[in-house]
């Protein structure tokens, strides 16, 4: 059982910068994939970006590629999610997510779930 706790969201206007945390509970933080997702209103669930168990391997959706940066930090059981350039078209509830195989993209996929941080970017 992994529980996940997301935290940095705000409102911030565009071109503005933001870093979300993400921090799991146990002891096995390092066997599972993270992914960050985002859910605007009335659109889908999707995957913004993913990070391997070590941080080798990393995912962007197009969408971001340039602009976020996905990190952990093994030691501390945290998942970052740096964000440049916020656009308003990336305002959405980010949720972090654990799953143990790389790559999926598909929520459906992940195990765990945080309980999500709201990001608003104002133009």
């Known amino acids: 059982q992994v529980q996940l706790v997301e935290s940095g969201g705000g409102l911030v206007q565009t071109g503005d910068s933001l870093r979300l945390s993400c921090a799991a509970s146990?002891?096995?933080?390092?066997?599972?994939?993270m992914g960050w997702f985002r859910q605007a209103p009335g659109k889908e669930r999707e995957i913004v970006a993913a990070?391997?168990?070590?941080?080798?391997?990393?995912y962007y959706a197009d969408s971001v590629k340039g602009r976020f940066t996905i990190s952990r930090d093994n030691a501390k059981n945290t998942v970052y999610l740096q964000m440049n350039s916020l656009k308003p078209e990336d305002t959405a509830v980010y949720y972090c997510?654990?799953?143990?195989?790389?790559?999926?993209?598909?929520?459906?996929?992940?195990?765990?779930w945080g309980q999500g941080t709201q990001v608003t970017v104002s133009s």
């Open positions: 990070i391997s168990w070590t941080g080798g391997n990393t």
């Open positions: 997510a654990a799953d143990h195989t790389w790559l999926n993209v598909a929520p459906s996929a992940y195990i765990y």
């Open positions: 146990g002891r096995t933080f390092s066997s599972y994939v």
